[in-house]
T-cell receptor, first 118, second 113 residues
Framework: NAGVTQTPKFQVLKTGQSMTLQCAQD?????MSWYRQDPGMGLRLIHY???????DQGEVPNGYNVSRSTTEDFPLRLLSAAPSQTSVYFC?????????????????FGPGTRLTVL | GEDVEQSLFLSVREGDSSVINCTYT??????LYWYKQEPGAGLQLLTY?????DMKQDQRLTVLLNKKDKHLSLRIADTQTGDSAIYFC?????????????FGKGTKLSVKP
């Protein structure tokens, strides 16, 4: 298994440009999410999905769109990039919660995409 | 709202024990996690504990949970230079899947030789 993969690893955009950050997992996880990591802010949840066709907003959703047409893929779209979106973006996935606990609840993180908006 | 607090920095000498502390506000938290992030890398799950446990030990790692005070700690015994990283505390109500993870801002651990 490749686990959680993200592309690209690095990206530089100009203000107003659009782009899509890709995230894929091959573990048949139902739950996927996007976080952004900023210095001194820790990780903040942008959007998440509990299964194909279902998405919901997290803590900081503004300026981002997501869709979940397949179990494997969960792309994050920036429609009009702004300098405030300069950050490192992490995608994560996990099994849906069926049991009361255990390793099936843990989230697996991708390696991250470092985005700079000029 | 839900909040997770951590001190931002910790510096120890190689061979000493490190203790990283975390407090959280959500009394309904049922799962608490410790993640490690090395420079330029993603997050790696180190260990987790359920709220009905007081302690969990895994090799050099010991997690202590004081549910009454909503305080979680991670102790790393015999700290090595390879342990230098940022450590994130996270909590969720329903596990990391259908319950979203709330992260602390991370504690940067520096290990001096």
């Amino acid at each position: 298994n490749a686990g959680v993969t993200q592309t690209p690893k690095f990206q530089v955009l100009k203000t107003g440009q659009s782009m899509t950050l890709q995230c894929a997992q091959d573990m048949n996880h139902e739950y996927m999410s996007w976080y952004r990591q900023d210095p001194g802010m820790g990780l903040r949840l942008i959007h998440y999905s509990v299964g194909a066709g279902i998405t919901d907003q997290g803590e900081v959703p503004n300026g981002y769109n997501v869709s979940r047409s397949t179990t494997e893929d969960f792309p994050l779209r920036l429609l009009s990039a702004a300098p405030s979106q300069t950050s490192v973006y992490f995608c994560a996935s996990s099994y849906s919660m069926v049991l009361s606990g255990g390793s099936t609840d843990t989230q697996y993180f991708g390696p991250g995409t470092r985005l700079t908006v000029l | 709202g839900e909040d997770v607090e951590q001190s931002l920095f910790l510096s120890v000498r190689e061979g000493d024990s490190s203790v990283i502390n975390c407090t959280y506000t959500d009394s309904s938290s049922t799962y608490l996690y410790w993640y490690k992030q090395e420079p330029g890398a993603g997050l790696q799950l180190l260990t987790y504990i359920f709220s009905n446990m007081d302690m969990k030990q895994d090799q050099r790692l010991t997690v202590l949970l004081n549910k009454k005070d909503k305080h979680l700690s991670l102790r790393i015994a015999d700290t090595q230079t390879g342990d230098s990283a940022i450590y994130f505390c996270a909590e969720s109500q329903q596990g990391g899947s259908q319950g979203n993870l709330i992260f602390g801002k991370g504690t940067k651990l520096s290990v001096k030789p």
